[in-house]
């Protein structure tokens, strides 16, 4: 498995494989069905400041190859997370990555200094690209100033590496990410849900009870593959794939579009031996070409 | 704790018009299921249906290893569901979810389905050891009718109705309990009753309605779109006095108290 060794943002990880945030909980129930350990790192599910109670139900639709959730970011904030999550996530080596989402800059600078406390938080995530919240989320991601201002303000309240967690809901995200990597950022991952609507015709109303959600699944691939893509020819930073990874093969494409690891999302809901058949797969394909390290993938279409 | 394993069909019948009935093997799952809780199947390998199908566990053989699903084909997944066959084996998440807390001491046990909602009471009625133990079939119409003789071979106090009056008595499962509470049920049984109730919302308010009105004790199983199953996605919940509660894991079954039901 060294050839699928990793170091993001100087975190070493067994391997470029790690769980989306707000698909994997804090590893709780996954651990029922997975060892936590045989992944790269775990991305939290968003973090807040206060609880935070989401959004009204219906919550999810499915979709054609896909699904929309408009969760709302519903935790119990982070006196909850440091005083009953993370005992459990520390049985496990496995490196964490705390997702934070604030309704202000100063809520993230709050959050990163506060988990900046925590030995067993190795980074800090920033959801500057939730579509379901109406206040901070989405709207600090889709304007370069502002997801600029939250990186270098986070970046100055802890010594923890900073990832930018881009939303695709916007017109060039090599705006936003060149922002994102001038303002300190150590690492940008991508892509966050996009936008969506489904409307039930019989009822005529939305299927979903804040009327538009986030997409997810392999139906947004192809968005993301070419969101790596074009960011990685404009910035020196990391970049950590995301959006409809199912297999082995779909992580390739990303690393192949300039993605340096990878994270499983909506896969984990359908079934939860992705994560851990992903690297095998990923292990298979290496086998398959002569490849001694997955590395050499890394942005190999130009 | 739930597993994830590759499941046996042992048997796969169609018992109505869009119904099946499909027998799983699974050593696991019949051996540490409750009634009420669920299994989460994946009908496809493709990505169109992407999500699992949760359904109820109809009835556990412990003894034979194996658990039966009823289910009726209501979409792209149900229907690819249907065409798997015996020898074929399905991917399974389970058991999940909190099932119903099952009162031995109680005299009195009434089970209301509503349409497919009939599926869980099956292994309820077989897990109860009362002799007072009432059963209320309810549904759009005689060809929907489910599981009749099933609880018959349990009970000799089954009562159909339709909603178009083709079968059985005539009218809402609702109003066919509240009949049967006022007219045959002593009031000094209420405090002494339980009702087990499952089905569409709308029957679900009006059996809990009846039940505060009545001072009876009732338990509804809940439904809501889902994902995962497994209680990370925040997907399927549902208002309650504690908040949004999770229909996967902190339901399905909740004390119909503690439903926000205008909500």
Redo the contacts between chains.
Sequence with gaps: MERLAAEIVGIKMKNPVMVAS????YGE??A??IDLDKLGAIIT?TITLKPR??N???????T????L?S?GL?NKGVKDFIEKRLPFLSRFKTPIIANIAGETIEEYVELAKILNQEPLVKGIELNISCPNVKKGGMQFGVDADCAGEVVRSTKKASSLPVIAKLSPNVTDITLIAKAVEAAGADAISLINTLLGMSIDIERAQSRLGTMTGGLS???IKPIAVRMVWQVAQVVKIPIIGCGGI?HGEDAIEFFMAGASAVQVG?A??????VPLRLAEEILTYLDQHQIDHYKKLIGKVK | MPIQEKCRILDHQKVGPKHFKLTLASKYISTHAQPGQFVNVKCSDSYDPLLRRPLSLHRIAREHESFELLYEIIGKGTKLLSAYSVGEELDVLGPLGKGFSIDQNKKVAMLVGGGMGIAPLLSIANNLKTKALYVFIGSKTSTAVLCESDFKQITDQVLISTDDGSYGKKGLVSDILLNFIENDLGALEFGQATIYACGPRAMLQAIADISFQKQIDCQVSMEQQMACGIGTCLGCVIKTNAGYQKVCDEGPVFDAREILWKD
């Design positions: 707000g698909t994997f909980g129930e996954a029922n069905f599910k109670e989401g009204p139900p219906p919550r999810i639709v499915e054609a190859a896909g699904m959730n969760i519903q699944g392999p139906a199912m909506t984990n809901f359908v079934d939860t031996q």
